[in-house]
């Protein structure tokens, strides 16, 4: 088909031009498909977005990108990070509580209308609690990617480890800055504040620092979608706290969030890994999504570098972590009916007795599990 054709000329010439090194031309090439009359429409808004996210020193769209920061040497907004277009690598796997929250918080703004019709507003602010790695930052980029909105990320540990931190003023230019923009703001890591309280001598500007934080919290407007994560909610005042509209608690996952989570990792990883997701998601339980990201790529660069076989690093996870004999004993006993090991492997992983495995087995069969 000519259209085919046409495609296909574009890529082999984007792909030479790409090649040579220079990114310019690639723009230039870029801009003119986009503009091409007759281009699918989809395909043209995604390269206009594209190019107008990834602006290179001389590209024409980079003026207008310039305006959309206050100025680049005003150092005060060298630490707050705009997401243009939010990306996730991943897709996040929550609860069913935790997704229903996120997703209310999209539909509410979807749906502007028909509240303000009934004279509602929709949140404004949102607190994001729990431990590390198991999806806070991930969610806010997740809500403001469903919104179509950039997120905007002030990470409070870098700005109280700045000077940037040292005046409450600071705080609100930024805020106010970040409140006149259709976006979301993710105050991301926002005990920092918190834990400075440690650093004596610096308690006036500090609570100036809070007083101004619980300022903008009451004045956002429902224009603007806050979100604040903590991985130490113990550790914020009472009075911050109170401050947000709705709080949302993420927890570690628990055996179906791991057994989900696994099946998107292993998803582009032949063959079949659905008896290590099962065997898997027993024995990580208590780990972060984050802990359990970084050991399965562990595991499979080692597969790749030292040859021996993935399921050789994957059941090297099943022995590393701490497990208590009743959990050796499931996680072996699923090894053999799973058909990924014999007894004397599933004993060799688990160091539970044979004879263990064989009166479990016999056992589940007797009970008919
Ligand atoms: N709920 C989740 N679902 C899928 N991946 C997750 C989840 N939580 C964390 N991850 C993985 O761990 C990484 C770090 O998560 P992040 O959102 O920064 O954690 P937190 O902000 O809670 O400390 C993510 O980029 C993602 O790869
Ligand atoms: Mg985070």
């Known amino acids: 088909m000519a259209e085919n054709d046409k495609i296909e000329n574009d ?13 310019q031309d690639v723009q230039t090439y ?106 806070k930052t991930l969610g806010a980029r997740w809500v403001a990617r469903e919104l179509g909105l950039p997120l905007m990320i002030l990470d ?11 005046t409450g003023s600071n705080l609100r230019h930024v805020l106010d800055y970040a409140k006149s923009k259709d976006c979301v703001l993710l105050l991301d890591e926002l005990d920092a504040i918190a834990k400075r309280r440690d650093d004596s001598g610096e308690i006036g500007e500090l609570k100036r620092l809070v007083t101004v934080l619980l300022q903008q919290l009451d004045d956002w407007p429902s224009s603007g979608l806050l979100i604040a994560a903590t991985n130490h909610a113990d550790l914020l005042d009472p009075a911050v706290w109170r401050r947000f509209e ?54 499979r660069r080692s597969a790749v570098l030292k040859g021996e076989g993935l399921d050789h690093y994957l059941s090297q996870l099943v022995t590393a972590d701490e497990h208590s004999k009743q959990e050796r004993i499931e996680i072996a006993v699923r090894l053999v009916s799973n058909g990924l090991a014999t007894q004397r492997k599933a004993h060799e992983i688990t160091g539970v007795a044979r004879d263990t495995i064989r009166a479990h087995l016999k056992n589940d069969a007797l009970s008919g599990g």
């Open 246 to 299: 709705q709080p949302v608690d993420f927890s570690l996952p628990g055996e179906a969030g791991i057994r989900a989570f696994l099946g998107a990792l292993f998803d582009e990883v032949a063959p079949d890994m659905s008896a290590w997701v099962e065997i898997l998601s027993v024995s990580l339980v208590g780990r972060s999504y984050s802990d359990i990201e970084r050991e399965i790529t562990l595991a």
């Open 30 to 135: 870029l801009h003119r498909v986009a503009k091409r009359r007759g281009l699918n429409r989809e395909l043209s808004i995604a390269l206009v977005d594209l190019l107008r996210n990834n602006p290179t020193r001389s590209s024409p769209l980079r003026k207008g990108m310039e305006k959309a920061l206050p100025t680049d040497t005003d150092s005060r907004f060298q630490l707050l990070r705009v997401e243009e277009t939010p990306f996730l690598h991943i897709e996040p796997v929550y609860t069913e509580k935790v997704q229903g929250t996120l997703s209310r918080l999209v539909e509410e703004r979807q749906n502007l209308g028909a509240l303000l019709e009934a004279g509602l507003e929709p949140t404004r602010t949102v607190l994001f609690t729990g431990p590390p790695g198991v999806g």
């Open 156 to 166: 409070l540990s870098a700005v109280m480890s700045s000077y940037l931190g040292r």
């Open 11 to 23: 890529f082999v010439h984007l792909a030479r031009v790409a090649l040579s090194g220079r990114a």
